[in-house]
């Protein structure tokens, strides 16, 4: 009986997907913030009373930075389950953990991203209009934690597994 041939093109393409994904996090996110330090280095903070460190789009600069952060950390942890996957270890305590951490990461980011307020949407985009402020607060949220939860299901789901392989391994 042959065995059927693990899907390392389509994992091969999730990995890519990754790291596009963590490419536009680190784009999106981390820009504004170098942008804003930039301009504080140019002005001499102590002279210039035009800037100041704690204004409110350098705290937002920073709740960015912290979400991209975040989200950074998630897609790193998805390229690992992804090898792990390819090499046919699906069911294994890294995963599970990684699940944990990809979890946790999407907590951080959608909790950051609810108390805090604005997105970045309207920083980078200062020429166009501002869209719905309560699509502006509470979609990148809710999406986050919506995926958190659902990212939850599945380490649940990898833990029964894990235990149900490990009393089949016994048993064989």
Same mark, same amino acid.
């Given at each position: 009986?042959?065995?059927?041939k693990r899907p390392k093109a389509l994992l ?99 909790? !950051? ?8 949407? @309207? +920083? &980078? *985009?200062?020429? $166009?209009? %501002? !869209? ?8 990148? @949220? +809710? &999406? *986050?934690?919506? $995926?958190? %939860?659902?990212v939850r299901a599945v380490q649940l789901l990898?833990?029964?597994? &894990? ?10």
């Amino acid at each position: 009986m042959k065995t059927p041939k693990r899907p390392k093109a389509l994992l091969t393409l999730a990995q890519l997907l990754c790291l596009l994904t963590i490419a536009v996090v680190l784009f999106f996110f981390f820009t504004p913030a170098f942008v804003l330090f930039t301009y504080a280095e140019q002005a001499d903070m102590l002279q210039d009373s035009t800037f100041a460190l704690l204004s409110p789009s350098t705290l937002l600069c920073l709740r960015d930075a912290a979400i991209g952060a975040c989200l950074v950390c998630v897609g790193m942890e998805a390229i690992g389950i992804c090898g792990r996957v390819k090499k046919a270890s699906a069911f294994c305590e890294k995963n599970e953990k990684s699940l944990g951490r990809i979890t946790l990461g999407m907590l951080l980011a959608g909790l !950051i991203a609810l108390l805090f307020g604005d997105s970045v949407v @309207p +920083f &980078l *985009l200062t020429d $166009l209009p %501002a !869209i719905s402020p309560i699509v502006e607060r509470l979609l990148l @949220p +809710f &999406l *986050l934690l919506t $995926l958190a %939860a659902m990212v939850r299901a599945v380490q649940l789901l990898m833990r029964r597994a &894990l235990t149900m392989q490990t009393e089949n391994d016994l048993t064989v």
